[in-house]
């Protein structure tokens, strides 16, 4: 069909008008009013479930373990029954058989495991008997593996403003200072950072950065930070993207993945600062965020290079990144600084139990199990045995009565599995809905664990968590 006339010349000028707004340089991610969190939060709930299954079972290690596990707990996504735990096992385990000792020279082992075990709200000082936090006690140790060994020694620490001890056995006693003078030192003249030679690493420096960010208000640190951001701002591609020493000059995923976990971690946001919103020659517009997309695969795995298939390692650091703007945007605490952890008794709201449909707050702490409350009849009923050795108490099991017997102090508590009828210290009380056995364990009404074990018991219907408090 053709246009003739006024009809001719009306088309001509939208199509004139509808260039002219294609010519305008936009960020196609990082839009300036944040509306693509609802974008980040789907990429987060994809790459984590991706992870997740790749990784049905975590366990200690760079790859498949510590940073999976701590990426997926910080994000707040629900994890499968048993995941945490399955890790910290496995965990155990390996210190067992290893009496402690993970290492030789690559002491940012420690640290790592150390920040995963801090975000799961496992002592670090008392994991399988052995405390993590006395290997970072020496200076000259951790220093053997380079610049990273003080780096990931310093966010470990600062990640729960963790106490070093005195070693006597150390031939430099650890402090935060020489920490810091440690990653300090190795600044190079132009500004950034390496892990050897005169040229400067995106990839260093931004862990450096992540290292020092909590210390940006001392003004000898911040010229450091100012220096290091210049660096890395100067070296980003015209399509906002990284690349690192490992790839030899080739745009990669985990580069991009740590500028954005140093600058979120600096409460500068990537897909704003005008520093990190390169230009192409096209006019286009890209941020970090833009650079890390052009690696995402359907399925929520990522590329380590642009011609590569999903790369483990390369998901595992897209996601912290991920999770860490995510957190920035939230204005949560940044990803490695786990105050909120503790906060809760080290849940942290991230803890598997607060993942439940039904969950139980202890004394300010989520409790796990391996079979989660329930509700029967607009009742929850609770696991005894879990909740009950939690206070302190013990339980034992009649197998021909189908009975369960609680003790605590001079209190005790008798249930008959599908009987209403419980007995404390005795005397019967009647129950809206009886014990029952769900998945092998004795599954009991809340009001046995207040009345029985004089514990206060409140339900907060708008989380669906019974919250337990005993002196």
Do not use: C
Not at 128 to 156: H, R, T
Not at 197 to 204: K, N, Q, Y
Not at 353 to 380: A, C
Not at 406 to 433: C, F, H, M, W
């Amino acid at each position: 069909m053709r246009l003739k006339g006024k009809k001719l010349a009306k088309t001509i000028s939208l199509l004139i008008a509808l260039m002219m707004f294609l010519s305008f340089p936009v960020a196609s991610f990082g839009s300036s009013d944040g509306s693509d969190i609802d974008a980040i939060n789907q990429r987060i709930e994809q790459t984590g479930a991706y992870l997740m299954k790749a990784i049905g079972t975590p366990s200690f290690g760079m790859v498949g373990g510590d940073w999976t596990l701590l990426g997926l707990v910080r994000s707040g996504i629900k994890l499968p029954q048993g995941y945490v735990d399955s890790y910290y096992k496995n965990v155990e385990a390996t210190l067992k058989q290893e009496e402690g000792n993970l290492t030789r020279n690559k002491y940012s082992e420690y640290s790592r495991l150390i920040l995963a075990l801090t975000a799961i709200g496992k002592d670090p000082t008392d994991a399988a008997g052995y405390d993590l936090i006395a290997k970072l006690a020496d200076l000259e140790l951790i220093k053997k593996q380079g610049i990273n060994g003080p780096i990931y020694a310093l966010i470990a620490l600062d990640s729960l403003v963790y106490s070093i001890p005195q070693s006597k056995e150390a031939s430099v006693q650890t402090t935060r200072e020489n920490l810091i003078a440690s990653i300090l030192e190795k600044e190079l003249p132009a500004g950034g950072f390496a892990l050897s030679g005169s040229v400067a690493d995106p990839d260093v420096t931004a862990a450096a950065l992540q290292a020092l960010s909590n210390y940006s208000d001392r003004a000898d640190i911040k010229q450091v930070i100012d220096r290091a951001l210049a660096f890395l701002s100067s070296v980003q591609t015209d399509n906002g993207g990284f690349t690192g020493w490992t790839t030899g000059g080739i745009e990669n995923t985990e580069s991009i993945a740590q500028v954005i976990l140093a600058l979120t971690s600096l409460g500068i946001d990537p897909a704003k600062d005008n520093r990190f919103i390169k230009t192409d020659e096209k006019g286009q517009k890209y941020s970090p965020f833009d650079a890390l997309e052009a690696f995402r695969l359907k399925d929520g795995s990522y590329k380590h290079v642009p011609d590569g298939k999903a790369d483990l390692m390369a998901t595992e650091q897209a996601l912290l990144a991920l999770v860490s703007y995510q957190r920035l945007t939230a204005g949560t605490t940044p990803i490695f600084r786990m105050k909120d952890v503790a906060a809760n008794g080290g849940s942290g709201g991230a803890n598997e139990g607060s993942n439940y449909e039904y969950k139980v707050l202890l004394n300010g702490r989520y409790l796990t199990f391996d079979q989660p409350p329930i509700n029967r009849n607009g009742r929850v009923l609770v696991p005894m045995r879990a909740i009950f050795e939690a206070l302190g108490a013990d339980v034992d099991w009649d197998n021909d009565l189908r009975r369960a017997t609680g003790t605590l102090g001079t209190r005790q508590v008798q249930l008959i599995i599908d009987s209403k009828t419980a007995y404390i210290n005795g005397e019967p009380v009647e129950l809206d809905v009886p014990a029952v056995i769900e998945s092998s364990r004795t599954l009991v009404p809340v009001r046995v664990v207040s009345e029985g074990l004089d514990a206060k018991v409140d339900w907060d219907g708008t989380t669906n968590t019974v919250i337990i408090v005993k002196e």
